[in-house]
């Protein structure tokens, strides 16, 4: 099993985003701690996403973002699958 942070939001206005990813940092490192106790695959989307390009609006990833993260699901499952792990997934 792989988790994923949720990543940063793009908002315009810049104290509403710095707000917004401080509660969203809170709630990264609960997944990430989690993650780390289970000895699960983390994929941190908040250092993924460094570009703008990355995001079609405030919360949601562009195309370019889409590909990243399935680029990473694909590399998460073929570790997985290289060491014998098996990967499930939920939508």
């Given amino acids: 099993m792989a988790i994923c942070t949720i990543y940063d939001a793009m908002l315009p206005d810049l104290h509403q985003r710095r707000v917004a990813n401080l509660a969203l940092g809170i709630l990264n490192d609960v997944i990430t701690r989690e993650a780390a106790k289970r000895g699960l695959s983390l994929i941190d989307l ?17 195309g370019h973002g889409s590909e990243l993260i399935a680029a990473a699901i694909l590399e998460a499952m073929e570790k997985a699958h290289l060491s014998g792990s ?6």
Avoid: C, G
């Fill in 46 to 62: 908040r250092v993924m996403f460094s570009k703008d390009q990355y995001y079609a609006n405030a919360i949601e990833p562009s």
């Fill in 86 to 91: 098996t990967i499930h997934t939920a939508l």
